[in-house]
C-alpha cells in the first residue's frame, strides 16, 4: 500500500499549523501502520505518546471517524484513502488534524459556525471534534483498545420514488484544463411526463461511488424558445446529435451550452443521504417538464477499464403542497451577455470581483414577504468565493450564506435550519470572486467552462399578502 500525500494545502493556512502538522505527508511511502508506530518509538520527542489522558483511535477519534469521514473513506468511496480502519487513520492522522482544522474536511463549503446562517443536515464538525481529532494526532496517533461496536452508518434510503435512470454509461477525461480527470454529462432522463407533480424529497444512487463527483437534475421546459426558432427541446437534440456513438451530451455549466433551464431542484453530491424538503414544501414539476441530469465524473481514480454504469435520481412526488418552491436562478452577470455591452472580470488578477443586488420585489414580484428555503452558490473553475447578504431598508445587513473556498466539485444545496424570512423592501446582494491569472483575454460571464458565472439558485415560498 502506498498512501500519497495529494494536497496542494490551501493559501494562507495558518502558519504554526502548517509546521506543526506539514510532517504528515513525509510518511506517505511508510504505509499504513507506520505513523503510529514510528512516533512512538521515537522517545523524548513525543512524551505525550504513553500519556494515558491523551485522546485515542478507538475511545476518541474513531467514533468521530466513522460517523463524519467514512461514507467516503472507505473501500469504493470517492475519497483517496480508507479512514475506517487503525493503520490508515494513524497514518493520515496528522493532514486530517490539518484538514478538519482548515475546515477543508469533511468537504461542507459554507462557513457554519453560527456566524453565518444555520443549515440542515450540515457535514461541519463541531470544534469539540476538530479538538479531539487535532489532540489525537499530536498525541502520535496512539491506537487505545480495540472495540467492534462502531458501526458506519448506512444512510436512509427513500421506500417509494421514481426512479429516474441514465443510459449505461463509460465516462471519458475530457483532459482539458477544467476537466483534466473529469467529464461533465448530460442525459435526458425523464422526456415529461403528463401530469403536475410536486418533488417532496430525493435522493441519487450513483452506480459507481468513486467516479461520480455531483449530480445536477434540471427542470426544462421542451417549448421555451431560447433562441431564433430554436427551443429547448431543439438545442438538446443538437447537442445530442454532436456524438452519436455515446449517450448524453457534454455540460460543463448546466444542461448544456444554449439550454435554459428553469431551476435545479435536484443537486447532490457524496454523502449526501437522502434530501427532504420541509414538511408543507416541495417543487413543483408541470405537466410535460423535461429533466435533465448533469453527472460529474471524476476518473482520477478510474482503473484502466470502467464497466459502463447507470446514475439513479430518485424522486419522492405529491399531487400537491401547501407551499410550492419557485426555483430562481439568479445570476446578472450571466444576463449582462443579453445586453449591448456584457460584463467581464479583467485577465490576469487573483481576486476579481462581481457584485450584484436584486429586489425581492424584482424576484417574486408583489409579494408580502419572501421565506428563503435554500440556497445553491455556483461559480465555475476560476470561482475563489462567494457571498450572499441581505440588505434591509435601513441598512443593515444579515448575512445568508458565505462560501470562503469556492471548490466546482461540491454543488451542494444549502438549506436553512429555519427559512429565512425576506421583506418586500429588502435586497439580496451576491459578492462573487474570481481569480483570472490564467486568463490573457477578459473572461465572459456563460454556461461553458471558459466563461464564469455568479449564480445563486434560490428556493423560496412567497408570503402572500
Ligand atoms: C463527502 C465525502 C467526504 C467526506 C465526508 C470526507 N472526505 Fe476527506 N476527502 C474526500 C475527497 C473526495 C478527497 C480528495 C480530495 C482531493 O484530494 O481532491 C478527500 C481528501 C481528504 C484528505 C487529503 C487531504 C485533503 O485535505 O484533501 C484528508 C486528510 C481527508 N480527506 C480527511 C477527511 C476527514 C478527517 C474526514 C472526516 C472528518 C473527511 N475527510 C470526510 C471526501 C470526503
Redesign the pocket.
Known amino acids: 500500500m502506498t498512501l500519497r500525500?495529494?494536497?496542494a494545502w490551501p493559501v494562507g493556512l495558518g502558519l504554526a499549523l502548517a509546521s506543526q502538522w506539514l510532517g504528515g505527508c513525509r510518511h506517505d511511502d511508510d504505509g499504513g501502520a507506520a505513523q503510529g508506530e514510528s512516533t512512538g518509538s521515537d522517545d523524548g520527542a513525543d512524551s505525550t505518546t504513553g500519556d494515558p489522558a491523551a485522546p485515542s483511535y478507538w475511545q476518541d477519534a474513531a467514533p468521530?471517524?466513522f460517523e463524519?469521514?467514512g461514507?467516503?473513506?472507505r473501500d469504493g468511496?470517492?475519497?483517496?484513502?480508507v479512514?475506517d480502519d487503525y493503520a490508515q487513520a494513524a497514518a493520515?492522522a496528522e493532514?486530517?488534524a490539518?484538514?478538519?482544522s482548515e475546515r477543508?474536511?469533511?468537504?461542507w463549503l459554507v462557513t457554519d459556525d453560527g456566524s453565518c446562517g444555520e443549515f440542515r443536515d450540515s457535514?461541519a464538525?463541531s470544534q469539540a471534534d476538530i479538538d479531539t481529532?487535532v489532540a489525537w494526532a499530536a498525541a502520535g496517533a496512539p491506537e487505545g483498545t480495540p472495540r467492534d461496536d462502531l458501526q458506519q452508518t448506512a444512510p436512509p434510503s427513500l421506500a417509494q420514488a421514481i426512479d429516474l435512470d441514465t443510459p449505461a454509461f463509460v465516462p471519458v477525461a475530457e483532459g482539458t484544463p477544467w476537466a483534466e480527470a473529469d467529464e461533465y454529462r448530460c442525459f435526458v432522463v425523464d422526456a415529461g411526463a403528463d401530469v403536475d407533480r410536486v418533488i417532496t424529497a430525493y435522493e441519487v444512487v450513483p452506480g459507481n461511488d468513486a467516479l461520480t463527483h455531483h449530480v445536477l437534475l434540471f427542470d426544462l421546459d421542451p417549448t421555451l424558445e431560447v433562441g431564433p426558432g430554436q427551443t429547448n427541446a431543439d438545442v438538446i437534440a443538437a447537442l445530442d446529435a454532436e456524438s452519436p456513438d455515446r449517450d448524453g451530451w457534454p455540460c460543463f455549466g448546466a444542461s448544456g451550452d444554449g439550454t435554459a433551464p428553469s431551476g435545479v431542484p435536484v443537486a447532490w453530491?457524496?454523502?449526501q443521504g437522502v434530501m427532504r424538503f420541509p414538511d408543507g414544501v416541495g417543487y413543483p414539476l408541470a405537466s410535460g417538464t423535461m429533466l435533465v441530469a448533469q453527472v460529474h465524473y471524476n476518473l482520477a481514480a478510474a482503473d484502466d477499464e470502467v464497466e459502463p454504469f447507470t446514475t439513479r435520481v430518485r424522486l419522492q412526488t405529491r399531487d400537491t403542497v401547501e407551499r410550492p418552491l419557485v426555483a430562481n436562478l439568479i445570476d446578472p452577470f450571466l444576463g449582462t451577455l443579453a445586453s449591448p455591452t456584457p460584463a467581464s472580470l479583467a485577465p490576469g488578477e487573483a481576486a476579481v470581483q462581481y457584485s450584484w443586488q436584486a429586489s425581492v420585489a424584482e424576484l417574486a414580484g408583489p409579494v408580502a414577504g419572501l421565506d428563503v428555503y435554500g440556497v445553491l452558490p455556483h461559480m465555475h473553475a476560476r470561482g475563489v468565493s462567494q457571498r450572499f447578504d441581505v440588505v434591509h431598508a435601513d441598512g443593515s445587513r444579515t448575512c445568508g450564506l458565505d462560501v470562503p473556498r469556492w471548490d466546482i466539485?461540491w454543488q451542494l444545496f444549502h438549506f436553512f435550519q429555519q427559512p429565512l424570512r425576506l421583506q418586500p423592501d429588502d435586497v439580496v446582494e451576491v459578492t462573487c470572486t474570481y481569480d483570472t491569472r490564467d486568463a490573457s483575454e477578459p473572461v465572459m460571464p456563460g454556461w461553458g467552462s471558459s466563461s464564469e458565472m455568479c449564480l445563486l439558485g434560490v428556493y423560496a415560498a412567497p408570503v402572500l399578502p
Open positions: 500525500c495529494r494536497t468521530i471517524l463524519h469521514c461514507q467516503c473513506h468511496g470517492i475519497a483517496p484513502f479512514i493520515w493532514a486530517s490539518m484538514a478538519v477543508t474536511m469533511p468537504p457535514r464538525l481529532l453530491a457524496p454523502g466539485a
